[in-house]
């Protein structure tokens, strides 16, 4: 099992930046392939980006390729969504999740609000 607390959500206005934190803790975190998830008011939950441990590799959804990227530190086991150029449509609660590569569940964070303001 892995556990993840994310942190650095908050209040942003319109072209600014935030930093997502997710502090994985458990056992072979970096077995685990991390995501980063969305789910905007009112709408269905949306892939963000993923990154895996050991090369680094990561995939970004269109919606923020460009303005966002996804990075790891492997010696605190804490992966981060960096948002830049932000805009009122990428308001919603985010969250990190972990999955095996072989697994069909995730396991999830508490997930943490980004409100965006125009």
Same mark, same amino acid.
């Given at each position: 099992?892995?556990?993840?607390?994310?942190?650095?959500?908050?209040?942003?206005?319109?072209?600014?930046?935030?930093?997502?934190?997710?502090?994985?803790?458990?056992?072979?975190?970096?077995?685990?392939?991390?995501?980063?998830?969305?789910?905007?008011?009112?709408?269905? @939950?949306?892939?963000?980006? /993923?990154?895996?441990?050991? &090369?680094?590799? *990561?995939?970004?959804?269109? #919606?923020?390729?460009?303005?966002?990227?996804?990075?790891?530190?492997?010696?605190?086991?804490?992966?981060?969504?960096?948002?830049?150029?932000?805009?009122?449509?990428?308001?919603?609660?985010?969250?990190?999740?972990? @999955?095996?590569?072989?697994? /069909?569940?995730?396991?999830? &964070?508490?997930? *943490?609000?980004?409100?965006? #303001?125009?």
């Amino acid at each position: 099992q892995v556990q993840l607390v994310e942190s650095g959500g908050g209040l942003a206005q319109a072209g600014g930046s935030l930093r997502l934190s997710c502090a994985a803790s458990g056992r072979a975190v970096s077995t685990y392939v991390m995501f980063w998830f969305r789910r905007p008011p009112g709408k269905e @939950r949306q892939l963000v980006g /993923t990154i895996d441990w050991n &090369g680094g590799s *990561t995939y970004l959804a269109d #919606s923020v390729k460009g303005r966002f990227t996804v990075s790891r530190d492997s010696a605190k086991n804490t992966v981060y969504l960096h948002m830049n150029n932000l805009n009122p449509e990428d308001t919603a609660t985010y969250y990190c999740a972990a @999955r095996l590569a072989s697994a /069909t569940s995730h396991y999830w &964070g508490q997930g *943490t609000q980004v409100t965006v #303001s125009s």
